[in-house]
């Protein structure tokens, strides 16, 4: 029996765990039953709530349901699900992005406790919403990620349909940040997957034509535009069912309503009217909620219609019926886009008043606190901006020239926040060009005002930014003490993000540039990431990097100027052209409206100078377009600051097509023979040369150390390719040579090679380049010199140039043609073979405007090196140069066709060219008193031993 006490024990203890885990279950289903109670009656709150039209009440029931969520003592996925269900409400609803991302955030929170299933689409989903609301507040970084992390979980899972709408929402992340191809690149990767679909097929299938169409539309291809946006009308035609008919019909309608804008803009105002009254139709087909929206917005679209047509009572008209439709939606973007254009038509009619108030309240959408809250503004598309300038037009039409110019300097200091924000170079080219009236009408108030150097910055400020901050970089890491791993990390995070980026330019497949823009994109990312530890732990090189730049002061720009010199400015905008000019002693400013015929004349001077074997007739038409250019862009200037002929030196700072005009075929007198000696060519008189910005224009100390030439002349021969063949290349530099001394490395002698240039090219003080140059103007980082190997060609991209370093680079002569031509962008310049050397450290460049004749380019070069040789500032070599080749025998030289191209930008100082014998002279010296030395101490030793 004793033996037995044990068992008993054991049996009550288990027979006690029993009870007690039944009781704990009891407690926990009734827990979980009264927690999912509360769930389900949160649940039937939420859709009584929006059953009604939205209200203050909506909003205070909003509060209370999801103040019930946050009081749940253990959250399910039933909660989870609810707060998605109210995040979408406020973001498809209501379009209230903060709130519907801190209901996301909060489901993906309690997924993430629950779901241990890596591909469970719940995840995906909330990731999704996230990166979509960061994609509508601005944050691209943030939503790409977002959006990266749903794609790793549905592609786990193969969801397809996930796969789909993910790429298409990261194609419309890279669109809201101004790169294009990008984005289309997303949406063609959207495709297989939209075909894989077993759900919403067709729905996907026509978002994606009608993203591909907007991207497009943005690039301002619009027959591609039109070409997606019908492919998607076609989708929507077939795939129509009772179930489906609300969406199609209303997604045909944004169809229609986005061909307009492409027919607008073209001037096909009729088809444009047209695809706005189909809109219309299929719109009013429609019964999805809210399709008033719409209908609002393509009375608006109409209005711009007639604006654009110039009939602004009916532009004014569809406008107000706009407004009064969208007026129950108080904080949509559609009813600012109505108050803005609205506000510009009014204005546009000549009636600041009205255009005032319904530019403010368009702003006041935007940025309820205006105009303390200024600063909240943070996407490179923003329609804030649109409207604070409207105001600032307004104010400036009125002759209220302070309020206007407080505007300006707020625009100015949005533009200066979005510039800083970006990364990407195409999205600052982008708002460049959004910039570009803002600055030129605040250039107009500031001088209205006269405040020259307020006009002067606002100039500055739109005005090569991207080559600007790349020279400050350079500057920086020369600077600042900032350890040596640092500088290497960051070398070695932006070669990797030139080695994707260039893998994605090369790409012919459509499948691997996909993958590998995803590779460039994870650089991308952690180049960034890299740049704010920058931030926090070095600031001083952070802030020099990427230093806000304003204009020096006026005096500071006279002292840098070089003696008996005359610095142009100019400011190229849509419809005025500001110049300033200074001299030492004096600065000026002129300004006159830009007219279509002298826009056209430009064009016009600048197609006939690229013409190879110019006619008569075409140098006839070239003399009276050069002397009419020269009225309009030297005459004012010279007639102020040269009377007296002591002006010798002229140093330009192009704008818009002036990139692409070499000022030296100006005539300042009218000439029926540009072939004769009496031509009053502008190179005649003045030196010229130009510049970037008149912040760069320095009177730098000479290199102390000795220059070294190094040249590269490839002749092509034998090398498989369609190029000409060179045959002056090898002998131009072997000539150089003799004459400055340095190394070569020529085709005869296999070194002239892509990789002999990478490695050497960075140490040359004189760089002179003799070979092809190839340009692409819809994709300049495709643009390249041709380098040969053997009988291959090896092209060597802007892209690879602008990756290296040029530290110690005094002078770079392009000898390629083509080279300081490329596509245009607005406010930055040419993107052009030079403008990478610059980029990349080279002080000076001789580059070439278009293509010239061996011949002469040779005699230009070899004349331009020999008035170097005799230590003249560069712009004046230049000018000698083409001054001799002009006073030769044989008219036909001197059409400007053959002389023109070749111009000089950067820096002027003469070279260090005496710094070579000085060198050998010094170590020839050494030398001898080495010597006398060791047969002073020889004899002294030699006396001690007899003795």
Partial sequence: ????????????????????????????????????????????????????????????????????????????????????????????DLGAYEQALACFVAAQAIRKKIIHDPAHNDLARSAFMIGVCHKYLGNYDKAAKQVHSALAVSQKGQNHFMLAKEYLEL???????????????????????????????????????????????????????????????????????????????????????????????????????????????YYQKSNLVDIALNIGNVYNELGDLYMAKKQYAT???????????????????????????????????????????????????????????????????????????????????????????????????????????????????????????????????????????????????????????????????????????????????????????KKVIDASDEVQRGIWQDSSAQAKAGFERFVRFLEKQHPQYYHLKYAQVRAPSIAAVQQSLPDSSLCLEYFFGQEQLFLFAWSKEECRVFFQRVTPAFSDSLSALIHLLRQPTPDAPTLRKVA????????????????????????????????????????????????????????????KKYAISYGISNQTIKNGQQARTNFAFGGFGITYAGVETRLAQLPLAEKQVLALQQMMGGRVWVHSEASANKQTFMRQAPQCQILHLSMHGLINEQEPAKSALVFAKGKQIQPLSALEVYNLHFKNNELTVLGACNTGNGQLQQGEGVMSLSRAFTYAGCKSLVMSLWSLEDVYADELIQGFYRELKKGRPKDIALQQAKLQYLAQEGSERRAPNYWGALVLSGALEPLPAGAQDWVLYLVGLLLILIGLGVLFFRAKIKKLFQA
């Fill in 624 to 683: 009276s377009l050069s002397y009419l250019t020269y009225q309009t862009l030297i005459a004012p200037a010279a007639l102020t600051f040269n009377q007296q002929g002591q002006i010798r030196r002229l140093r330009i700072i192009p704008d818009g097509l002036l990139h692409y005009l070499p000022f030296d075929v100006l005539l300042e007198a009218p000439s029926d023979d540009l072939k004769s000696n009496n031509a009053a060519y502008l190179i």
């Fill in 171 to 281: 194609g419309d992340i890279f669109e809201f940040l101004g790169d294009f191809d990008h984005s289309i690149n997303c949406y063609e990767r959207a495709y297989p997957h939209i075909l894989k679909s077993t759900r919403d097929r067709a729905t996907l299938l026509e978002d994606h034509f009608k993203r591909q169409a907007q991207a497009y539309l943005a690039k301002e291809k619009h027959h591609l535009a039109l070409e997606k946006n019908r492919q998607a009308i076609k989708v929507c035609l077939d795939s129509i069912r009772p179930d489906l008919a609300d969406r199609f019909h209303a997604e045909i309608a944004d169809c229609y309503t986005n061909m307009n804008i492409s027919f607008r803009a073209t001037n096909q105002y009729d088809s444009a009217y047209w695809c706005l009254q189909q809109a219309l139709k």
């Fill in 315 to 501: 532009a004014i008209q569809n406008q107000l019926k706009a407004i009064k439709i969208l007026h129950d939606y108080s904080k949509h973007r559609y009813l600012t886009f109505a108050y803005t254009s609205l506000g510009e038509a009014y204005l546009q009619s000549g009636e600041p008043e009205p255009a005032l108030r319904f530019f403010r309240k368009a702003l006041r959408i935007l940025v309820p606190h205006f105009p303390s809250s200024v600063r909240r503004i943070s996407t490179v598309s923003d329609r804030s901006l649109i409207a604070l300038h409207g105001i600032a037009r307004c104010q400036l039409a009125q002759q209220k020239l302070t309020h206007a110019f407080n505007n300006f300097r707020r625009l100015d200091t949005l533009v200066s926040q979005l510039r800083f924000s970006l990364r990407e170079d195409g999205s600052k080219f982008s708002l460049a060009k959004q910039a570009l009236p803002i600055y030129e009408n605040a250039i107009y108030t500031a001088l209205l005002l006269g405040d020259t150097i307020a006009a002067l910055d606002f100039c500055e400020r739109n005005k090569a930014i991207v080559l600007r901050q790349a020279l400050v970089d350079q500057q920086a890491k020369q600077s600042v003490g900032i350890p040596t791993q640092h500088l290497k990390k960051e070398a070695t995070l932006r070669s990797r993000l030139l080695y994707w980026q």
């Fill in 1 to 92: 029996m004793l033996g037995s006490r044990p068992m008993v024990l054991r049996i009550c203890l288990l027979n006690t765990s029993f009870v007690f885990l039944f009781f704990l279950f009891s407690l926990t289903k009734g827990h979980t039953q009264s927690t999912n109670k509360l769930t389900d009656a949160l649940f039937e709150q939420f859709y009584a709530c929006i059953e009604e039209p939205y209200s203050q009440k909506t909003e205070n029931e909003l509060s209370k349901i999801k103040n019930g969520l946050t009081k749940i003592p253990s959250a399910t996925l039933d909660a989870a699900d609810l707060w998605h269900e109210i995040g979408l409400y406020y973001y498809g």
